[in-house]
């Protein structure tokens, strides 16, 4: 059989679709070549790069609409570095984990792997699916959640429970599933996915009694790596700075794609609005389709940022080559779930044109290879 072709009318203006990192928008490059220019390769404490931190910092919380007294910290490294220091300037004794997938177990592993803590407890369900949120046992003193589960397509609504610290990963979240941040003492995420930006640096929000905490825990004496204390974090992020040289690069990126979010939503409620609108067409597209359909069978479950469709009697891999051979990348499941599916990043730089245009290109393919 000759390899699938897809005509050029039918193939979207972008075709990166990863679920990684996010396509970077040709405006925020651009940002990024004009701003680099004077800004790239000068200390971070000093006022052009702090500048730059301070409109990032401040756009985030105004975009996602954080209370008054919550602070946005920023730190060198992404979510990995992140777990682990909330294991040391976090978690004071036991904290409580939704895992649902590979990215929202792995928070669990690094709490299980210090020898100062109590085992975790963990609320499990079945990949595709999300666990029921439940109170947690007194000796509990965090509440770890993840917005997104990034290697399944599930999302999860975040809500306070009991006295526990929220502490909520919104790595592949942030910027496109709705949030009440008041219902948040931390809530945390890299910049290469709902940002459109690199890697390389973490976001956290925080609520008064969060810093309590960081503080507290941080005067103990408990042993901390400086790269990992959050009381440094609190520290530098209150002069617009980080502890480490940062990348400078993502934070310009990062900070032109949130006004740019803003200038075109207004607020989260806006962005959330556009990738409602993309997710009701990628689902619709899929339940319409007798070879497809979404992975996650509970509507309100069903991301609006990942989007994980399953295929029957056609192989994923096959589409995938097809696409692929003609820029469409980066749509493949997530290796360790095994599926037959097709993994799309719905992410607010991606235009709901453009997930149209491959829905459009995958029909075409599928219809060769059947």
Known sequence: MAAPTIPAELLPRDGRFGC??????????????????????TSHRQAPVRSEVRALREGLHALLGAPEDHEVLITVGGATAFWDAAVFG???????????GEFSSKFASAVKAAPWLADPVLVTSEPGTRPEPVAAPD???VHAWTHNETSTGVMQDVRRLDDALVVVDGTSA??????DLAQVDVYYFSLQKGFAADGGLTIAIVSPRAIERIERIAASGRYVPAFLDLGVVLENSRKDQT???????????????VQQMIAEHGDL????????????????????????QPFVSEDAARSLVVATIDLD???????????????????DAYRKLGRNQLRIGMFPAVPLEDLEAFTACVDHVVAQLS
């Open 174 to 179: 942030a910027g496109g599933l709705p949030i």
């Open 313 to 331: 009697g056609i192989s994923a891999d096959d589409v995938n080559a097809a696409l692929r051979a003609h820029g469409i990348v980066d749509t």
């Open 20 to 41: 990684g990192p996010s396509r970077v928008t040709a405006s925020a490059l651009d940002e990024l070549a004009r701003v680099g220019r004077s800004v790239m390769g």
């Open 139 to 141: 000796d509990v003193d």
């Open 269 to 292: 409620r806006g962005v959330v609005a556009a990738q409602r609108s993309k997710a009701d067409h990628m689902y619709g597209w899929a339940e319409s389709r007798a070879w497809a």
């Open 90 to 100: 976090l978690v004071e004794e036991r904290s409580q984990h939704y895992v649902f």
């Open 243 to 257: 502890y480490n040289t940062p990348a400078i690069a993502t934070v310009i990126l990062a900070r032109a794609q």
